[in-house]
Every structure is written in structure tokens, then in C-alpha cells.
């Protein structure tokens, strides 16, 4: 063959501009592709003509409902060139009419009227049927062949026309391969483009049974709408008009649509083509205009301004530069204030600095101080706390001379009315030896004498001493009164504690050192106030200050001292301390950020010593100057720190200790003697003025605990302590001797008593 057969048809494509049913263009380059291009009104009037021309009558039309057919959007199926090339070459319609085309000779083909006449008869005058059962899937199923082939195929009308021989040939040769069947070749001629056994078989391929799942598989109810599934033939000649009419409805449709121009999908295209440097750039539409010279147009004439708005505009710039310049004069001014504060802030700055450099030096000073005085105290305190002893000593030793004689008294008096004890000798003094060391006999008559005849003397120096005193009853004469030799010993010792405490500060030569309020704490509270409240100043001055207040009152006998808080020199010192300022007095002016220091001192140091004096010896529960002066002091350390302090309630429980020592001591003689063993004494005069002498130390003592109870209220026991004292220490001794004078001291101590505190055995004699 020398050349290729022409092609049968030429397909033009002009798809709408979707992406969807986006057609590739053809791969053809000659001038098929030059007359695809061709106008839609071309393409419109060749397709009215070949509808026109050819109808075929049993065409079958698939598709949807009449209504829905001109909005239903056409699927095709997308296809590759080759599988195009392939169904184009398969398809029936155009295949070549004689196999053995390629063997017939290159002679020219004759058209004389003889061969026209006879090819004429052997041509049928109408084109075959499309095939129905089509398999191939790159075969677009849709509106029909018809649409498609009126649309873009047109039939060659200059196809080649096989020859007489080249048919005979071929009729020939087919009969051969049906009678030989050598091939395996099928004895028809399909019209199918795939062959039966390029189609899957299955399992059993002898079989025609088809399996359910394969039914399922295909997908035709599922896709019936983009497939020829829901198409129904037309039969009758009016279902065919109605079929003409949409094809023609659906063409113009398509028509329009190629005519319409998509905006976005054209810019879009032009979009690509730019990016993928294949746009030419258009040529210009218009042509370039030659410019012609145009003269400048002569401006009309201005007119010669007036007066007026000339002194508007002046005016006017003269209000701005006015307004610009009280600006500039605002921003002067400003800036001259700003430089002002930013002077006086450095002058601020400059002090601070200078401030802050003074306050480094002198708190550096007064460091090196508050060590000084560290040092100084550390020196100091031991002499005084050895002074402080020596001063407790010295009452102790005296407690114990008065005790003893009282003891002695007391025992001398039970033994005339009561008798001698059998048991142990109720003296607790040492025995007397002789020179070789045995202890010498003592005639406890003849010692009774003695001490008699001592207490006779004492009465009598007094009576000396005091001769406008009216005679005291038996019994309250012995209060803490010392011997005459005991009390110049006694005084001699006080001297000397005062000797030594002055010499404590005998080598302090600064006055700061000798005079706590000549210190720099006040210094510190006026400049650096701050930081004196920040650091308890006050606390500060408490603690360093303890030391002269405890030097001041080293030689000071809380009891038989009858000086007051405020005569001593600490007090003032620290109450004008407290109240700091120079107007007016100390008591006008009002307390400083330290509070009441007097009251601190009270509480920190003078409360523990008058307790340690208390217990030490220095109050005689038994003398009622000593328990009237106790009770002063109570009532100005009361009036100094308050009622509900801790220190106070402590102050109260020492004086309670010793009303207690009293009575159990008085209790437990009282018992040895009623208790124990003994004779009857025999008729003594002296018996009944020693019974009352003992009752009325007893009453002596009910007096004071009851002047104390009164201060101290029903506090800490002492309505149980009254209690015990009339009842075991009283009453026992009044009934032993209730006729001679007994009954009449019981009365007195009846009328001393309160109600609530009166017992049993007294109330009746109250009565009476």
C-alpha cells in the first residue's frame, strides 16, 4: 500500500470551557485541525444541513425524561489518543471495505459511466446501523451517536470505493477461513470493537450464566445517569419527533454554550499560558495615532488684585505667626520649668547622696558605740549581779534571825499551856559542846528563862526608845525587830553594798557611760526615726538601760525602804525619754513611738527584783508595817504596768508563798504538840498570858492575810488560805484554854472575818 487510506470523518471539537467536559483537542496537524477551527455559526448551519439530509429512521435514543434532558450536564468518558485511534479504526462504520486492499495494484481507478453504473448498484443507499452492544469503555455512552456524529463528524464524501476484485477477493478468502477455521478466527464479522476473548471469562467461560456479584459489579443502576441505562427507544413517529426536537434543543444548547464566553476560565487559560511563557503578546488593536503640534493656548489676562484681600491674607499669616509664637513662648516656658525640676532634682538627688553618706558615717559611729557599750556591760555585770547576792544574803540571814526568835517564842509558849513534847525536841538549833567536843546537857526550863528574859530586855530598849508609843498588847511587839548587836551588823553590811556599788562606776569617766539618758538613742529617734521604729529602738534602750536601774536600786530594800518608784533617778530619766519634745513639761507632752518605757522597765526588771527581795526575806507577813508597805509597792507596780500582766500575777504568787510558809509551819507545831505524848502540865501562872500572847501572833498574821486579801481580791487561794489558818491554827489553840480568854479571842476573829469566810465553830459564838 502506498499510502494511507484518508480518514473517514473529521471530528471538530469546541468544548464548553468546563472542566468537566473538557474535550482534548485532536492530534491531528493537517488541515483537519485548521477546519476544527471553524466559527460555531459555521458549525450550526453545517449541522442543520446534516440533519436535514439524514435521519435515520430506526434510530434509538437513550437518555432521561423530556424535562430533565436539557439541564442534565453530558459526562463522557475521558479517553487517551490511542484508545481513540484504536475504536476509530474498529469501529464499523468506517472500516475498510475489502481486507485485501493492501495487495491491489497501483493502477488508477477508472470512473467511466459502466463502472459508476455497477458500483451504484452494489452501494447501499443507506449507512449500517450503529452496533448495539458496544463493550468497549472508551466508547462515550451518552445522548446517542447521532448527536455526536451530526455535531463533530462529517462522512468524507470523497471515500475510497473498494474495486470489483478487491471484494471478490475478500468474499473469497472469507469463505476459506469459515469452511477451514484454521485461524480459531470467529465465522462473522463482530460488531463489537473488543473480541470475545479479550473479555474476561470468569471462572467458567463455557458457561453463559452470569453471577450475581457481576450484575452488582458493574455499576449500571448506580451510574444510570451518566450511562445510556435510563434512555428509552423511540418507537412511534411522534416519541421520534419529540426525540428530533430535544437533539435539536440539546445542539442549540451546546451551540450557545461554545459561544458563551467564561470569563474566569478564559482568564484562567490566559493566566497559564503566561506563567508557561507560550503567550504572544497581542498585537495592538489600535493604531498608533500621529500626534499633530498643538500651540499652548495663550492664558486669559488676571486682574490686578485690590487691597482687601491682600490685607486678608496678611491678617491671616499674621494670626498664624501669632499662634506660633505663643506656641514657641508655651514650649519656652515648658522647657525652662522642665530644666527648673530637673535642677531641683539633682539638688534632691545631691542631698539624698550627702543624706545617705551622713547616715552611713554616723550609724558606723554609733555601731562602734553600741560595741563600747557592749563591752562595758559585759565588764560591769558581774560586779553587779555579785552586789545583788551579797544584798539577798544579808536578808536572808535576817529572815532567819527573826524566824528563829519567833520559832523559839512560839515553842516556849505551847510548852506553858500545853506542855513538854515527848518526841523529837522540837529546838532545831545545834547543840552546845563543851571543850573536848561532847555535847553539854541543856535545861530546857532554864533556856525558857533565858530567852524570856532576852524578850524583856528588847521590850524595854524600846520602851526607851519610844516613850510616847502607848504599850503595845502581848504578842504584837515582836514584830522583825532585831537585837540591838544584830541590827548595827546588819546596818554595817548595808554600808558596805553601797560602798562597793559606788565603786562599780568609780573608773567610768564618760559621762554617757555614767548616765544612761547622756546616751545617743535619742540621737538616733530624732535624725533616723524610721529606723528606730523599724529596729525597736525602744527595746533596745530597755535592755541597756537595766543595768543602771538595777546598780540604782542595789542598796534599795523594797520593804523597809519606804521610797517610791518615782524619787528613783532611772524614772525620771526614762519617763521624759518616753515623751520626747522640748514644750511645756514632761507630763504634758505626749508618748513618743516607743510607748510607756517606764511600764517596760517595771515589767523587765524591777518586778523580778522586788520578787526576789520578797522570797529572799525582806517582807514579814507577820509585821503589819511590812505587809502595808507591800501592799504601796503593789499598788504603783500595778498602776505602772497594768492588772492583767504576767509579771504582776508573779509579784502576787511570791507574796501568797510566804502567808503559806507561815501558817503550815504555825500547823505543823501545832500538831506535835496536840498530836503527841504528853504530860499533864501542871498549874503554871504563866500559862494563860502565854496562850494569849500565841493566839494573838495568830490574829497579828489573820490581820495582815486578810489587808491583803482585801487588795488582792479572792485571787490565787486565799479564801482557802484564811480558811485553814482559823480553822488549824486557831480554833485549836482557843479551845484548849476556852474559859481564860479563848472564847474572847475566838469572838475577835469571828468579827474580823466575812461573812462567807466565817466557819462553822465561830458562827454560833458570833451569834451569841
Not at 506553858?416 to 535545861?443: C, H, N, V, W, Y
Amino acid at each position: 500500500m502506498s499510502s494511507p487510506p484518508p480518514p473517514v470523518f473529521i471530528k471538530r471539537n469546541k468544548s464548553k470551557p468546563s472542566q468537566r467536559t473538557r474535550e482534548p483537542s485532536p492530534s491531528n496537524g493537517d488541515s483537519t485541525g485548521e477546519a476544527a477551527e471553524s466559527s460555531p455559526s459555521t458549525l450550526a448551519s453545517k449541522l442543520k444541513n446534516k440533519v436535514k439530509r439524514a435521519k435515520p429512521k430506526s434510530r434509538l435514543s437513550f437518555g432521561a425524561d423530556e424535562e430533565e434532558e436539557g439541564d442534565t450536564e453530558l459526562f463522557k468518558v475521558k479517553r487517551s489518543n490511542l484508545s481513540r485511534k484504536v475504536t476509530l479504526g474498529n469501529h464499523p462504520a468506517i472500516a475498510i471495505p475489502s481486507l485485501d486492499q493492501a495487495t491491489i495494484s497501483p493502477e488508477t481507478p477508472k470512473y467511466d459511466a459502466a463502472y459508476l453504473k455497477e458500483l451504484k448498484a452494489s452501494t447501499p443507499s443507506a449507512r449500517p446501523p450503529a452496533p448495539s452492544n458496544v463493550l468497549d469503555s472508551d466508547i462515550p455512552v451518552d445522548l446517542g451517536d447521532t448527536v455526536i456524529s451530526g455535531m463533530g463528524m462529517d462522512i468524507d464524501e470523497a471515500a475510497f470505493i473498494p474495486s470489483e476484485s478487491s471484494i471478490k477477493t475478500a468474499k473469497e478468502r472469507r469463505e476459506r477461513l469459515r469452511k477451514t477455521q484454521a485461524s480459531g478466527e470467529d465465522d462473522f464479522i463482530s460488531l463489537s470493537v473488543t473480541r470475545r476473548e479479550d473479555a474476561p471469562q470468569g471462572p467458567h467461560p463455557e458457561s453463559r450464566l452470569m453471577r450475581e456479584e457481576d450484575e452488582l459489579g458493574e455499576g449500571d443502576d448506580e451510574f444510570a445517569e451518566y450511562t445510556s441505562a435510563q434512555e428509552r427507544i423511540a418507537l412511534g413517529k411522534k416519541s421520534r419527533k419529540v426525540e428530533a426536537s430535544q437533539k435539536r434543543d440539546a445542539m442549540k444548547e451546546m451551540i450557545a454554550d461554545a459561544e458563551d464566553e467564561d470569563e474566569e476560565t478564559a482568564e484562567w487559560e490566559q493566566e497559564q499560558l503566561r506563567r508557561g511563557g507560550h503567550r504572544t503578546p497581542e498585537p495592538s488593536s489600535t493604531p498608533k495615532v500621529k500626534q499633530v503640534y498643538k500651540a499652548a493656548p495663550i492664558p486669559p489676562a488676571t486682574q490686578v488684585p485690590t487691597l482687601s484681600p491682600a490685607i486678608n491674607r496678611l491678617s491671616e499669616q499674621l494670626s498664624r505667626l501669632t499662634t506660633s509664637h505663643a506656641q514657641n513662648s508655651s514650649t519656652l516656658s515648658s522647657l525652662a520649668q522642665e530644666r527648673l525640676e530637673v535642677d531641683n532634682r539633682e539638688k534632691e538627688m545631691r542631698d539624698i547622696v550627702e543624706n545617705a553618706e551622713e547616715k552611713r558615717a554616723w550609724f558606723g559611729d554609733f555601731r562602734e558605740w553600741t560595741e563600747s557599750v557592749a563591752g562595758f556591760l559585759d565588764e560591769k555585770y558581774p560586779l553587779l549581779e555579785k552586789l545583788e547576792e551579797e544584798q539577798l544574803s544579808l536578808l536572808g540571814e535576817r529572815r532567819d534571825m527573826v524566824v528563829k526568835r519567833r520559832g523559839q517564842d512560839d515553842e516556849d509558849d505551847l510548852s506553858m499551856f500545853l506542855g513538854l513534847q515527848t518526841t523529837a525536841a522540837s529546838d532545831d538549833s545545834e547543840p552546845k559542846l563543851d571543850e573536848f567536843g561532847r555535847s553539854i546537857p541543856i535545861d530546857p526550863a532554864a533556856e525558857r528563862r533565858e530567852r524570856r528574859l532576852e524578850r524583856l530586855n528588847r521590850r524595854r530598849t524600846r520602851s526607851t526608845r519610844q516613850t510616847a508609843v502607848v504599850a503595845e498588847e502581848e504578842g504584837y511587839s515582836t514584830d522583825s525587830s532585831l537585837a540591838p548587836a544584830d541590827l548595827s551588823a546588819y546596818g554595817e553590811a548595808l554600808q558596805s553594798i553601797v560602798t562597793s556599788s559606788k565603786e562599780v562606776l568609780a573608773d567610768v569617766k564618760a559621762v554617757e557611760f555614767r548616765d544612761p539618758a547622756k546616751g545617743r538613742w535619742a540621737v538616733w529617734r530624732e535624725k533616723y526615726a524610721d529606723s528606730y521604729v523599724g529596729a525597736w529602738g525602744g527595746l533596745g534602750v530597755v535592755s541597756v538601760w537595766e543595768f543602771w536601774v538595777r546598780l540604782e536600786c542595789v542598796n534599795w530594800d523594797c520593804i523597809e525602804n519606804p521610797r517610791s518608784l518615782h524619787s528613783f533617778k532611772w524614772y525620771q530619766g526614762l519617763y521624759e525619754y518616753s515623751r520626747p519634745g522640748k514644750e511645756g513639761t514632761a507630763e504634758e507632752r505626749s508618748l513618743g513611738p516607743d510607748g510607756d518605757l517606764v511600764a517596760s522597765m517595771v515589767s523587765t526588771a524591777i518586778i523580778p527584783l522586788i520578787c526576789k527581795q520578797i522570797e529572799g526575806g525582806a517582807l514579814d507577813v507577820y509585821s503589819r508595817k511590812n505587809v502595808a508597805r507591800m501592799i504601796d509597792l503593789a499598788e504603783e507596780v500595778e498602776a505602772s504596768v497594768g492588772e492583767d500582766n504576767a509579771k504582776y500575777q508573779n509579784l502576787l504568787k511570791s507574796v501568797l508563798s510566804l502567808f503559806q510558809t507561815a501558817i503550815a509551819s504555825t500547823e505543823t507545831s501545832i500538831n506535835m504538840h496536840l498530836n503527841g505524848d504528853r504530860p499533864l502540865p501542871a498549874f503554871d501562872p504563866e500559862a494563860i498570858p502565854a496562850r494569849t500572847r500565841y493566839l494573838n501572833r495568830r490574829v497579828k498574821l489573820l490581820k495582815n492575810l486578810l489587808r491583803w486579801r482585801k487588795y488582792a481580791g479572792g485571787r490565787l487561794g486565799l479564801n482557802a488560805l484564811v480558811s485553814r489558818l482559823v480553822e488549824g491554827c486557831i480554833v485549836p489553840v482557843a479551845e484548849t484554854g476556852w474559859d481564860v480568854g479563848g472564847a474572847e479571842i475566838s469572838r475577835t476573829v469571828a468579827k474580823l472575818l466575812p461573812e462567807e469566810l466565817v466557819p462553822g465553830a465561830l458562827r454560833s459564838i458570833q451569834q451569841s
